[in-house]
């Protein structure tokens, strides 16, 4: 491949990742969903996963520790998330759903599908697998730190 043609491919892929995020906040912002994008990301994890620690979810949220704890810090003030002193280790905490929060996943998982949907449409099974399949070997690439 060359300079250009893997330019036009990064430009469309960041373009891409881009106009997702920029129409899931809109809608989110437009359905007055009472939370952002990146709330809601902390929040599906959460009721996904039982007792993460601030470092797990962030790994899982591919957010740095000082934005996620701004997010955490708002969900808790919101009563959707609490925090509870971790068992092996004093210094650290683990995140938990509160009722409220599990509420709220409950309400806005079937409107967030519906924004993925609008994304997704005019793609088949065979689309998908190679949109897998791609997006899985540039992670791997990636992944090797060289």
């Given amino acids: 491949m060359t300079q250009e043609q893997f330019s036009k491919y ?6 891409t990742a881009r106009k997702v995020k920029q129409y899931a906040q809109q809608k989110f912002k437009l359905g007055d969903f009472g939370i952002t994008v990146d709330q809601w990301l902390v929040l599906k994890n959460l009721s996904e996963n039982e ?3 601030q470092s797990e979810l962030a790994q899982l ?3 740095d520790q000082p934005t996620l704890t701004r997010i955490i810090d708002i969900l808790c003030k919101k009563s959707y ?3 509870v002193p971790h068992p092996q ?3 650290s905490f683990q995140l938990v759903l509160t009722e409220e929060g599990l ?4 309400e806005l998982r079937p409107l967030v599908a519906g924004i993925r949907e609008k994304a997704w449409k005019n793609l088949d099974q065979q689309d998908f697998e190679e949109f897998k399949r791609i ?3 540039i992670y791997t690439n990636l992944e090797d730190n060289g």
Avoid: Q
Avoid at 10 to 15: E, I, K, N, Q, V
Avoid at 103 to 106: R, Y
């Fill in 10 to 15: 990064s430009f469309l892929l960041d373009r």
């Fill in 51 to 53: 007792l993460l620690s």
């Fill in 61 to 63: 949220v591919f957010k």
């Fill in 81 to 83: 998330v609490t925090r």
């Fill in 89 to 91: 280790d004093r210094r």
């Fill in 103 to 106: 509420a709220k996943v409950s």
């Fill in 135 to 137: 997006l899985n070997t």
